[in-house]
């Protein structure tokens, strides 16, 4: 014989697996709708920390350090590392997007300004004074809906700048 107190504590177990599970859903939710966004900036991170490696580098052996950017391939090459950003992640750019970032005035119309040393290949110069050639790379997401840009700034001192374009306007990202 079935006591009645068996089938209360069961419903009442699964009403709080079912509160827990829902506490879950809610946090990590909004996670999966920022996949995008995330993935752009870790790709802008990757590259400017690999820039300022480089910047070391030439500092230190007081040699010029080159990273060969391949736009079809969606990669870039630096001594001898070759990184092949993820599938999600290509280099291009969104379409109406005005930039630079730091002072966008003019439709994007180009991937990247720095230095071309072939068609769809750009080259950026890290000297041994620190300084890095100027110029901007835009990334987005193959699905195109978010972009973000790396920037290097015409000045006595190299900036490294990462930018995410959100809300039709460009944001400044923590170095």
Known sequence: MFDKWMYAFTIL?????????????????PMFLDYDRQMVVQELEKLDITL??????AMVTQRVQSLTLTLTANSYRYNATHYVMPQCICCGYLPSVYGPPG??????????????????????????NGKISAGALYM????????????????????????????????????
């Open 13 to 29: 177990e699964m009403v709080l697996v079912l509160t827990i599970v829902t506490i879950l859903c809610t946090i990590s939710f």
């Open 52 to 57: 300022r490696y480089l910047q070391q580098r």
């Open 103 to 128: 002072d966008p005035t003019a439709p994007i119309t180009s991937v990247a300004t720095f230095p071309s040393v072939a068609p769809g290949v750009y080259g950026i110069k890290i000297f041994p």
């Open 140 to 175: 987005s997401t193959i699905n195109k809906r978010r972009m973000g840009a790396l920037t290097c700034t015409v000045s006595q001192v190299s900036y490294l700048r990462k930018y995410l374009y959100e809300s039709s306007q460009w944001a400044l990202l923590a170095s």
